[in-house]
């Protein structure tokens, strides 16, 4: 019982230090985002196989091209507006080393929230990924990493877009914006052409692209540990750079199964 009230005690002041900005905007509470990734799990590893079981594949390329469009101009509409206000507009002035979280009602603060919850939308968006990939029978796609990176990625947004929106952690999404723009753009001209779809060049540096996004993630993150009176969470930098390593060795691994190990034995 004592272990119990402790945890709901602590639950319940976990939710009342959420930031009130964003709280009243559409897919932000918590029972949204539980019942979300519940769902998404129980379709793409239990429900959505076994009813694709004896059926055909379905023929969505009409779908596919304006999801891949729609994600392309989501993500590079957040790397060029970012871009564009930083060095353009200079109205953001973003320290590499240590950036605060701003929970003001100011441009900055506003507009980092803001971001913060655009980013998080796209991640409920890249859900549709392992969807698409049950209806179209492609389940040796659906790999433990495919569907952690979704489900770590998007928790992750949550939490951040709740408690932390902004901060010290923009790089990452600015990174992982820049990335599903050529990844998107990718499975874009894939779906017209079939000698890009295998095109073994293109495949490679998108996954190089991914790992460096990790890994230069990883170097940002642990910058606020140099800076001796950084105000931002030193706990959710520990757990930010604990989940890009967790993200590079599984996209390391990957690319080395692949691209390296499987044309040695190709050749063999």
């Known amino acids: 019982m004592l272990v119990l009230r402790y945890l709901v005690q602590h639950i319940d002041t976990a939710m009342k230090s959420r930031d009130a900005r964003l709280q009243s905007l559409p897919c932000m509470s918590v029972e949204f985002i539980i019942t979300i990734v519940t769902l998404y799990l129980l379709f793409v590893l239990k429900w959505g196989p076994k009813f694709m079981e004896k059926r055909k594949p379905f023929n969505i390329e009409r779908i596919l091209l304006f999801y891949n469009v729609f994600q392309v101009l989501c993500n590079f509409s957040i790397v060029f507006y970012v871009t564009y206000e930083i060095f353009a507009l200079k109205s953001y002035k ?75 952690p923009w790089l990452f999404g600015m990174l992982n914006c820049f ?30 692209m991914q790992i460096i996004q990790f890994m230069l993630s990883i170097v940002h993150l642990s910058m606020p540990f140099f800076v001796s009176d950084c105000g931002y969470p030193k706990s959710v930098l520990i757990i930010g750079i604990s989940q890009n390593a967790i993200m590079m060795m599984l996209f390391s691994d990957f690319y080395y199964k692949t691209y390296m190990k499987a044309p040695k034995l190709k050749s063999s």
């Open 179 to 208: 990335v599903h723009v050529i990844m998107y753009g990718y499975y874009f001209g894939s779906v017209y052409s079939p000698k890009l779809k295998v095109n073994l060049t293109i495949k490679r540096s998108i996954t190089q």
């Open 94 to 168: 973003l320290d590499f080393f240590c950036e605060e979280l701003d929970f003001t009602d100011s441009f900055v603060g506003t507009r980092s929230a803001q971001m913060s919850y655009c980013y998080y939308l796209i991640k409920l968006m890249d859900l549709f990924d392992t969807i698409f990939f049950v209806l179209r029978k492609r389940t040796r796609q659906i790999s433990f990493l495919h569907v952690y990176h979704h489900v770590a990625i998007l928790l992750a947004s949550f939490v951040g877009v709740s408690w932390f929106p902004g901060g010290h």
